[in-house]
């Protein structure tokens, strides 16, 4: 156990400070090139609307509504997709197994979207239950099996250590993150048809939307496929030059949800997503603009989230593309560039994607069976970090908050 950072369930009962505000044990987190907190499940109020309340209050966002250039100097969050996440975690220490449910919030709105994982902010689980001691290490390589509850999916988290398990090894360096850092290698098990089911949601390698060509995959996360091209871009565009186009995102919402639709994206309750709700969707389906290589890589991407451009490349959404580019007749594997083909013995396959932060490199397992392309596994590897561990004080917490706040801390 980190003695800077004792047993949850003892943290937990630090009720109050000074001042008799409650306060809330967290852990805030890096994760790849995303960044937001990990609660342990055990301590969050049992009711949904208190533990929504509660994740509000933790990352600064609206308790209802929308607050329109909300900065959330009162919370954790960081203002982008990418720094606004929650994981909620429950570990059987004796399987070595966590379950993992992830909150992606917007700044400036109270919904929250339960509809998604994220490849890099799981890097930090594996860490968060080495350092909470949830789950012990023996020394050597330490492994953890995580399921996921927003997608039912499952993937195995390792890491280096040495000696006897309490130093880690900060050798790992990826593009969007400056220095070494703790590396973990992430292996997604059956990642085909994370939210519709099938590789093709569409059933077609290419559809027609509106005139253009795209491709709808859905491997880890549903993703919308466009050449840049058919948009009028060269795909070398900054994040910024992207977001600042209102044209363009006028017209790739539009592309979105047609192909949301056209997917049958669903909400977590199993609903029909609407026109609306996919409009307004911070999660799905992601969207990736498309070019050549200009460098080292197989493809050139830039990545939506699809609200706002991603500054680097989601590794959910770069394990969909890299396995759309094995994908015969697909739009990425008519741009890819030196991406070999599938054939009837399974082979793991190296793909370099092309992104504003740099390369993110991806490992496909495929196999070619009665004419179509299977996707059995997808690995990445991200970096790890602790940025703090502590109690959150909750100055706003409703009268009910904090009464199941105390019910929980009397049971523990």
């Not at 973990?184 to 085909?192: A, I, R, T």
């Not at 030059?241 to 056209?262: M, P, S, T, Y």
């Not at 830039?302 to 609200?307: G, K, V, W």
Request: aromatic share 4%.
């Amino acid at each position: 156990m980190n003695p800077c950072f004792p047993d949850p369930r003892l943290a937990w009962l630090r009720s109050g400070s000074a001042f008799g505000v409650p306060e809330f044990p967290v852990h805030h987190m890096r994760g790849g090139t995303s960044t937001g907190i990990v609660l342990w499940a055990p301590l969050l109020p049992a009711a949904p609307e208190l533990r929504d309340e509660l994740i509000r209050h933790l990352m600064g966002v609206p308790l209802t509504g929308r607050l329109p250039g909300n900065r959330q100097v009162g919370g954790l969050g960081r203002g982008t997709p990418t720094s606004n996440k929650v994981f909620i975690v429950e570990v059987d220490a004796a399987r070595r197994r966590m379950t993992s449910t992830l909150a992606q919030l917007a700044a400036d709105k109270s919904e929250i979207d339960w509809s998604v994982n994220c490849g890099n902010m799981s890097a930090a689980l594996p860490l968060y239950a080495l350092d909470t001691g949830l789950v012990g290490a023996d020394g050597g390589d330490y492994e953890l099996e995580i399921h996921n509850t927003n997608t039912d999916s499952r993937m195995t988290a390792r890491m280096s250590l040495q000696g006897d398990g309490r130093v880690l090894r900060a050798d790992t360096r990826i593009p969007g993150v400056d220095g070494d850092y703790p590396g973990v290698d992430l292996y997604l098990h059956e990642p085909v048809g994370a939210k519709t089911g099938a590789l093709l949601p569409t059933g077609q390698a290419c559809d027609e939307i509106d005139g253009i060509a795209v491709s709808c995959v859905d491997v880890a996360v549903p993703m919308l496929i466009v050449a840049a091209s058919s948009l009028g871009k060269t795909g070398r565009e900054t994040p910024a030059e992207l977001d600042a186009d209102a044209a363009l995102k006028e017209r790739l919402r539009a592309l979105w949800v047609a192909a949301g639709l056209k997917m049958g994206l669903k909400l977590r309750s199993g609903e029909p997503m609407s026109a609306a709700q996919l409009a307004a969707s911070e999660t799905i389906p992601k969207v990736c603009l498309i070019a050549p290589p200009a460098d080292d890589g197989q493809l050139l991407a830039r990545y939506f989230t699809p609200q706002a451009a991603h500054a680097s490349l989601a590794v959910s959404g770069g394990c969909c593309l890299a396995s759309a580019c094995l994908i015969p007749g697909s739009v990425a594997q008519r741009l890819a560039r030196g991406v070999p083909a599938v054939g009837p013995d399974a082979a793991t396959i190296d793909i370099a994607l092309e992104n504003p932060a740099g390369l993110l490199a991806t490992r496909i397992e495929a196999v070619q069976r009665d004419g179509r392309v299977q996707i059995r596994q997808a690995a990445y590897r991200r970096s790890a970090q602790i940025l703090l561990r502590g109690n959150f004080p909750l100055y706003r917490a409703s009268p009910a908050l904090r009464a199941a706040l105390a019910q929980r801390a009397d049971r523990a």
